[in-house]
């Protein structure tokens, strides 16, 4: 039936789904083993909350149930393309993917500390930085000691390799 002959009200609504995390076309989808159990407590919460769901309007229901689906569809997809990095098999002198990296930012005397993963673990709140960032890409292959520059617009910003780590955060 063509959608002319629709009433309105008839009508479902479609969810309007948030793309997770931005992962550029043919980026290879780098996760900690931290990052995968994240993930995979997310999609069990999902199904979960599908489960229990408790709404009375059965039309209200299968709109949640189609939104949560969306979610399940596009975190799944996630985790279907995950290749999972090994730490202890990185380069333990160099700033690679699973990186805790220690830095001296500037001439700024406090230290700060930033973890280089997956996009979907990325949370700059979390020191969790993700590894197609700038600030990753500079680092990256960089030893202690050494220094990488960030050009920003107005100025450079330098960051200084204080210590490299791969424990599990």
Request: aromatic residues 4%.
């Amino acid at each position: 039936m063509s959608r002319g002959f629709v009433r309105e009200e008839d009508q479902e609504e479609i969810p309007l789904v948030p793309p997770r995390a931005d992962l550029p076309e043919g980026v290879t989808n780098y996760m900690t083993p931290v990052g995968m159990d994240e993930l995979l407590a997310e999609r069990q919460g999902l199904i979960s909350e599908r489960e229990t769901l408790d709404i009375s309007s059965e039309k209200e229901k299968r709109i949640a149930v189609n939104f949560i689906n969306a979610k399940l569809q596009l975190l799944n997809n996630r985790i279907a393309t995950a290749k999972i990095i090994d730490l202890k098999r990185q380069p333990q002198k160099e700033v690679r993917f699973g990186a805790l990296v220690t830095l001296k930012i500037g001439s700024d005397a406090k230290l700060q500390k930033f973890q280089i993963v997956g996009v979907d673990e990325a949370d700059i709140s979390k020191g969790k930085i993700s590894f197609i960032s700038p600030i990753a890409k500079i680092l990256t292959n960089k030893k202690v000691g050494e220094k990488a520059v960030l050009k920003l617009a107005a100025t450079d910003r330098v960051f200084e390799i204080i210590d490299i780590n791969y424990t599990l955060v």
